[in-house]
T-cell receptor, first 109, second 114 residues
């Protein structure tokens, strides 16, 4: 089982739709969780950290389920500008961050 | 807003040639990372520095890759000799201290080996 697994997509959704991505991780001792966004041919940028209690930032909500070892990202009211690849990132203590392959989202007008 | 600088942005080289990439992290960031990202994959760590010391280079192909951060500030990643399979995006990132802190990525160097 890979350390971090994501559905590669693509997810093609109309503007205004709600879309959710899941990511599973294999190391139960993982401590830190992040979602990064990467536009085509650009560098990854931190979208949000994922806290145990879940967190929300505008239209974006991240949740962590330690028992099932998955994290999720929910995007409400999708915008064209949300089109990108979303990378799930996990780490344990001082070990290197492990990136998933990413889930590609295309928001269509 | 402070940014991670990388150069060159693009590099085309023939196999067996040597290439070098440069990175200048955000001022004050003690931790510097070099990643390789193949198209359709997530970034994979090549080497991590804490100040001038290598913390993790377990995934660095040491027969052809080398990295240094002599003064604990900017860093150079070298490949010699380059192989066709080295074609990828090479990303540099920095963070304040350690892995738990968010990492800021530079724009990357896209390497094509012909």
């Amino acid at each position: 089982r890979k350390e971090v697994e994501q559905d590669p997509g693509p997810f093609n959704v109309p503007e205004g739709a709600t879309v959710a991505f899941n990511c599973t991780y294999s190391n139960s001792a993982s401590q830190s969780f992040f979602w990064y966004r990467q536009d085509c041919r650009k560098e990854p940028k931190l979208l949000m950290s994922v806290y145990s209690s879940g967190n929300e930032d505008g239209r974006f909500t991240a949740q962590l389920n330690r028992a099932s070892q998955y994290i999720s990202l929910l995007i409400r009211d999708s915008k064209l500008s949300d089109s990108a690849t979303y990378l799930c990132v996990v780490n344990k203590g001082n070990t290197p961050l492990v990136f998933g392959k990413g889930t590609r989202l295309s928001v269509i007008a | 807003e402070a940014e991670v600088a990388q150069s060159p942005r693009y590099k085309i080289t023939e196999k067996s040639q040597a290439v070098a990439f440069w990175c200048d992290p955000i001022s004050g960031h003690a931790t510097l990372y070099w990643y390789r990202q193949i198209l359709g994959q997530g970034p994979e760590l090549l080497v991590q520095f804490q100040d001038e010391s290598v913390v993790d280079d377990s995934q660095l192909p040491k027969d052809r890759f080398s990295a240094e951060r002599l003064k604990g500030v900017d860093s150079t990643l070298k490949i010699q000799p380059a192989e066709l399979g080295d074609s990828a995006m090479y990303l540099c990132a920095s963070s304040l201290v350690g892995q738990g802190y968010e990492q800021y990525f530079g724009p990357g160097t896209r390497l094509t080996v012909t």
